[in-house]
């Protein structure tokens, strides 16, 4: 078993030009400067808040308790997923991601896979996934020129509770209306291929070679487990959605696993209490780490509903 405790990570609070200045309800956070549209809740740079390695980055921490801290995942050298909530306001850009061997073929460790979990949207919010059947590599790249690529791209609403895999070389876009739980690779690979004209920097030719025609985006449905439901499991995470009800929650969202394991807290709020660290809190929007190996009881203080990941085990 480990001996690592379990740690609560602050948010980091990322600028992006179609983020907001004003994240109330979700975080009492306001700025007057540059909007905010991601909240990185395992960002490298986020900081443990609580148990022995409070004060630290998660960088450090990884880099200090490899193995202890990522059990089975420890093989990359670094924390394996990069959970983030996003709040567009307006539209992000249409881009695109490499999948692993591309990603390694320019030099970098890996790609980037991900999916989006609707925490809240809006009546008309929507996704583009993927390219509209049919269409050209050529007439792609005279729309990108041209500035009519929104077109070809398949736009699909977004509802709360929304479970949106992602894979690797589908173009995509988020529109405004919906708060999104991202989970993904540990990569910062984005290649842009249109920015409804904010004048940044544009990718073509790495997005041209990055993009599928066809690929296995879109909406996943959530298998019922009894007490739980899974909403994803793919090659490189699985999410499920615990609701609790007040007092001790199933023994088995505590148990120890054998590779780190993030618990996000979506409504309501929790403790968590075991042997050899203090109990402490996880509130609406905090996410707590799970070292590999470490077991951990689970208690509501009233109804709430919490989002177990972890990477993929199978």
């Known amino acids: 078993m480990s001996s690592m405790a379990p740690f609560r990570l602050a948010p980091y609070f990322r600028t992006r030009p179609w983020g907001f200045r004003d994240l109330r309800p979700w975080y009492d956070y306001q700025t ?9 809740l395992t960002g490298e740079m986020c900081i443990a808040e609580t148990g022995p390695c409070a004060g630290h980055s998660l960088k450090a921490i990884t880099a200090e308790h490899t193995q202890e801290l990522l059990g089975k995942a420890a093989a990359a050298g670094e924390f394996p997923l990069l ?4 709040f567009p306001k307006e ?22 896979t ?5 925490l809240d949207a809006e009546k008309d919010a929507s996704v583009a996934l993927g390219i509209v059947p ?33 894979d ?10 919906a708060v999104l739980l991202e989970t993904q690779q540990t990569s910062d690979l984005t290649y842009r291929m249109y920015d ?14 990055a993009a599928r025609m066809t690929t296995r985006a ?20 699985e999410m499920e959605r615990w609701p609790l009800a007040a007092g001790v929650a199933p023994a088995e969202l505590g148990k120890a696993a054998a590779s780190v394991q993030m618990l996000f807290c979506a409504s309501g709020e929790i403790t968590l209490s075991g042997a050899g660290f203090d109990t402490f809190e996880v509130k609406r929007n905090q996410l707590v780490v799970i070292p590999a190996g470490t077991a951990s009881k689970i208690a509501s203080t009233g109804t709430s509903v919490i989002i177990r990941i972890a990477p993929c085990a199978v």
């Open 32 to 40: 007057t400067g540059e909007p905010i549209g991601e909240v990185w």
């Open 83 to 86: 959970v983030k909530m996003l």
């Open 91 to 112: 539209k992000l850009s249409v881009q695109v991601h490499p999948n692993d061997e591309l990603a390694q073929k320019h030099g970098f460790p890996r790609g980037k």
């Open 114 to 118: 991900e999916c989006w979990y609707a």
């Open 134 to 166: 049919g269409t050209t590599p050529g007439q792609i790249r005279a729309a990108i020129e041209d500035e009519t690529l929104e077109k070809y791209l398949e736009w699909l609403p977004v509802h709360q509770g929304d479970m949106i895999y992602v």
């Open 168 to 177: 690797a070389g589908t173009v995509h876009a988020i529109g405004p209306g």
């Open 196 to 209: 409804y004209g904010r004048g940044r920097e544009l990718h073509i030719e790495a997005s041209m070679e």
């Open 218 to 237: 879109g909406k996943v449905e959530p298998v019922d487990a009894g007490d739980h439901s899974v909403l994803i499991r793919e090659d490189y995470f």
